[in-house]
């Protein structure tokens, strides 16, 4: 067995992006604002290797390892959307085997059981090929085409496939406002780079099946302690409409146990068998076993000082 270390808790959804080839050209350069990019995509993205594959109750159980050894089990089902990075074609599950390098995509929004692996079910599935190069990006784009995270410019000629989620031909036009799966190959060396897309699939909008909206709550939310509110009352800041608290102050008086990991840039929780590992910048947190998600990603603030946002409270609460 694998051993699990602090870092592979927080690291599956950061992944390990195969870049595309670049080629040089002399693409003007689009100026890039500074303005912090929100909602770039409604999507998550892991990548890894497949492991093992095992069918169970009618769907495919795809087990998929990351650089830092981190394991997670992605459940294909019939409506998976499956693609080859190289050819661009569509794929069936049976055609999923072991050592192939993936990326799943799979709604952010979307609620995780707290085991470990985890067992996620993707709406996007792709498989990388090796034998032709061919990269994919999942995003929302404004009405030029540059990605909402700044990262990519499409130049959509007429060679360029365009369809919908069901594999119908569409218009450029009808890209506008819709989540894109983006094939391509080659990028310029410009800022943001560029790139003839080989073809394009817009999304339909994700709904709110599996969201856990209309379930019945079976636990309340525990009360916060008065000495906390205090805590939190006296030293806190608004970022995006989120409450951001100080970690140690906070996890020290719920009776955490507080270790800097100045490796991981962040901090390791612990509580009787109770774990949290925590990083700086990034959203992503392990607790024990599983994964979760800051509404912001934690920050260090007067250079000594971890603030998060307030939604790690329930979590920190539960274990009292």
């Known amino acids: 067995m694998k051993k699990i270390g602090a870092v592979a808790l927080t690291a599956l959804l950061a992944g390990s992006a195969w870049t595309p080839f670049a080629v040089k050209a002399n693409e003007d350069v689009i100026q890039m604002d500074k303005e912090e990019v929100k909602d770039a995509s409604e999507y998550?993205?892991?990548?890894?290797?497949?492991?093992?594959?095992?069918?169970?109750?009618?769907?495919?159980?795809?087990?998929?390892?990351?650089?830092?050894?981190?394991?997670?089990?992605?459940?294909?089902?019939?409506?998976?959307?499956?693609?080859?990075?190289?050819?661009?074609?569509?794929?069936?599950?049976?055609?999923?085997?072991?050592?192939?390098?993936?990326?799943?995509?799979?709604?952010?929004?979307?609620?995780?059981?707290?085991?470990?692996?985890?067992?996620?079910?993707?709406?996007?599935?792709?498989?990388?090929?090796?034998?032709?190069?061919?990269?994919?990006?999942?995003?929302?784009f404004d009405a030029d085409f540059l990605s909402l995270d700044k990262e990519l410019k499409l130049?959509?000629?007429?060679?360029?496939?365009?369809?919908?989620?069901?594999?119908?031909?569409?218009?450029?036009?009808?890209?506008?406002?819709?989540?894109?799966?983006?094939?391509?190959?080659?990028?310029?060396?410009?800022?943001?780079?560029?790139?003839?897309?080989?073809?394009?699939?817009?999304?339909?909008?994700?709904?709110?099946?599996g969201t856990g909206e209309g379930v019945e709550e079976t636990s309340e939310t525990p009360e916060i302690p008065e000495s906390v509110s205090d805590i939190i009352e006296s030293d806190h800041y608004m970022k995006d409409g989120v409450k951001m608290i100080p970690l140690r102050k906070v996890a020290e008086e719920l009776g955490y146990y507080v270790l800097s990991q100045s490796k991981i840039n962040g901090a390791l929780l612990t509580k009787g068998n109770v774990s949290l590992t925590i990083t700086r910048g990034e959203k992503m947190y392990g607790y024990?076993?599983?994964?979760q998600q800051f509404a912001i990603a934690p920050e260090l603030i007067g250079g000594n000082k971890t603030y998060v946002s307030e939604d790690i409270l329930e979590l920190l609460l539960s274990n009292d």
């Open 155 to 209: 130049n959509i000629g007429k060679e360029t496939t365009i369809l919908n989620q069901q594999g119908e031909k569409v218009s450029k036009a009808e890209l506008k406002g819709k989540e894109l799966v983006v094939f391509y190959s080659i990028t310029t060396r410009s800022l943001p780079p560029q790139t003839p897309p080989t073809k394009i699939i817009a999304l339909d909008p994700l709904t709110d099946e």
């Open 288 to 291: 024990n076993k599983s994964l």
């Open 44 to 140: 998550v993205r892991a990548t890894g290797v497949i492991t093992n594959i095992e069918d169970r109750d009618n769907d495919l159980m795809v087990t998929v390892e990351n650089e830092q050894d981190l394991i997670t089990i992605f459940r294909i089902q019939d409506k998976t959307l499956l693609f080859n990075s190289g050819t661009t074609n569509e794929m069936k599950s049976t055609d999923l085997k072991k050592e192939m390098k993936v990326e799943a995509y799979y709604d952010k929004n979307k609620p995780m059981i707290l085991i470990y692996p985890a067992q996620i079910t993707p709406e996007l599935f792709i498989v990388m090929d090796e034998t032709k190069p061919g990269s994919v990006k999942v995003g929302k």
